[in-house]
């Protein structure tokens, strides 16, 4: 009966410990990255290319977005780049920010536990298109975590509101799942696209003020900014239109309650679903700013800097 007693304790202690650590946790992760709607210049809506593996971008109803600001002088510190000018290649800095994602332990673990179970799901399954991240770099085409993901575009060029020929911006793309709505589905999306961006402060303005940012930018010298980005963008199965878009949503203050993409539909399990998906996420920011040793070094983003010169 004591025996029994003190396991129970025990085990009750270990819980409620557990519990405070994972409680501590997400207060951090929200307060260092709380989620942002996904700014212009990365809708997917606005993309006016074709992807790598289907005819059209599909449409995405709701996303989210997190970031965090490092001083570019920072950034030139951290990799030495002694370049003329002190210019940092952005994107040297986007393949290294995408690296330091990929290959985090977290989202190692979800691709080998999918290598184990994809055999049994299709038996005669083939990719030879699998990166190894560590060794190659990223082309379009590729898949990532045993073909969970698949490079859908690589953007060294300008978006429409960019001024210097994608020099302010790097940006990759990345497909996961069922790019199929499909009404009866139990899941709330079953696929959509993940983007990874680094873009100057510069890059966010539109296109008659970037020309007097440029002059900034040259006085300024190395002082500019540098946003690290990581968007979720789903396809959702058929559910009426949104009582508020990503597009003119509000920033979410650390995911407050009723904060966030909200869709005419969702039940309890969609909403607790995308409460996991969106802790998930900072998880994976957070370990890949860890991977390029900026932890500490960065500043939490509230909102966009097109937002902030309204």
Not at 15 to 42: C, D, E, M
Not at 137 to 166: C, R, W, Y
Not at 277 to 282: F, K, Q
Request: glycine share 8%; hydrophobic share 35%.
């Amino acid at each position: 009966m004591i025996r029994g007693r003190t396991v129970f304790i025990s085990l009750s202690s270990i819980a409620a410990l557990g519990s405070a650590l994972f409680y501590s946790n997400h207060l951090r992760l929200i307060s260092l990255y709380p989620t942002l709607p996904v700014p212009p210049q990365l809708l997917i809506s606005r993309r006016t290319d074709s992807p790598h593996t289907t005819e059209r971008w599909m449409r995405c109803d709701g996303g989210d977005a997190w970031s965090i600001k490092i001083p570019k002088s920072i950034l030139i510190s951290s990799y030495k780049e002694r370049e003329e000018e002190q210019e940092m290649d952005i994107q040297k800095l986007g393949a290294r920010w995408n690296k330091a994602f990929w290959s985090n332990w977290a989202l190692r673990l979800e691709g080998g536990l999918f290598g184990l179970i994809r055999p049994l799901i299709t038996p005669k399954w083939e990719n030879p298109n699998e990166m190894n991240v560590f060794k190659e770099n990223f082309g379009k085409g590729n898949t990532l975590l045993n073909g969970l993901f698949t490079v859908e575009a690589i953007d060294p060029t300008p978006d429409q509101n960019s001024h210097n020929g994608g020099n302010d911006h790097s940006e990759m793309i990345f497909r996961w799942g069922d790019l199929t709505p499909d009404v009866k589905s139990n899941l709330l999306f079953r696929g959509g696209y993940h983007t990874l961006s680094a873009r100057t402060t510069s890059s966010f303005r539109p296109q008659e003020v970037q020309g007097r940012d440029i002059a900034k930018s040259r006085d300024q010298g190395k002082n500019e900014d540098v946003y690290l980005i990581f968007t979720c963008q789903g396809v959702y199965r058929s559910l009426p239109p949104p009582k508020q878009s990503s597009h003119s949503r509000v920033v979410n203050n650390g995911d407050c309650p009723g904060s966030g993409t909200v869709l005419e539909g969702m039940n309890f399990v969609d909403k607790l679903f995308s409460a996991f998906h969106r802790e998930y996420a900072r998880i994976l920011i957070d370990l890949a700013i860890r991977n390029m040793g900026l932890q500490g070094k960065g500043v939490r983003v509230d909102k966009w800097p097109s937002e902030s010169s309204n």
